[in-house]
């Protein structure tokens, strides 16, 4: 089994910045690519950025050049650096793992921005 707990969330004002952090633990010796989802109230779950081992990223249109994913494979977390934020970026974000072609999820962390 793999767990994820995310952190970090919180209330911030348009503009601001926050910083989440998600780290894996248990069965994580094959650990591979690493992600962020956020989900706003009365709407899907969406994707937000994801990260590779090899540090290669993609991100949700909307957030590039706001938010940076990055990974530390020696400690096994990934960090969502969320910056300019808006309120439409408020959300419950969530930390997705794929281990041996299984996803798993975190609890979430809830982000809210102020206008």
């Known amino acids: 089994q793999v767990q994820l707990l995310e952190s970090g969330g919180g209330l911030v004002q348009t503009g601001g910045s926050l910083r989440l952090s998600c780290a894996a633990s248990g069965s994580i010796r094959n650990l591979g690519n690493m992600a962020w989802y956020r989900q706003a109230p009365g709407k899907q779950r969406e994707f937000v950025a994801t990260?590779?081992?090899?540090?290669?990223?993609t991100y949700l249109e909307s957030v590039k050049g706001r938010f940076t994913i990055r990974r530390d494979n020696a400690k096994n977390t990934v960090d969502l650096q969320m910056a300019s934020l808006k309120p439409e970026d408020t959300a419950v974000y969530y930390c997705?793992?794929?281990?041996?072609?299984?996803?798993?999820w975190g609890r979430g962390t809830q982000v809210t921005v102020s206008s």
């Open positions: 990260i590779t081992v090899t540090g290669f990223s």
């Open positions: 997705r793992a794929i281990v041996l072609n299984t996803i798993y």
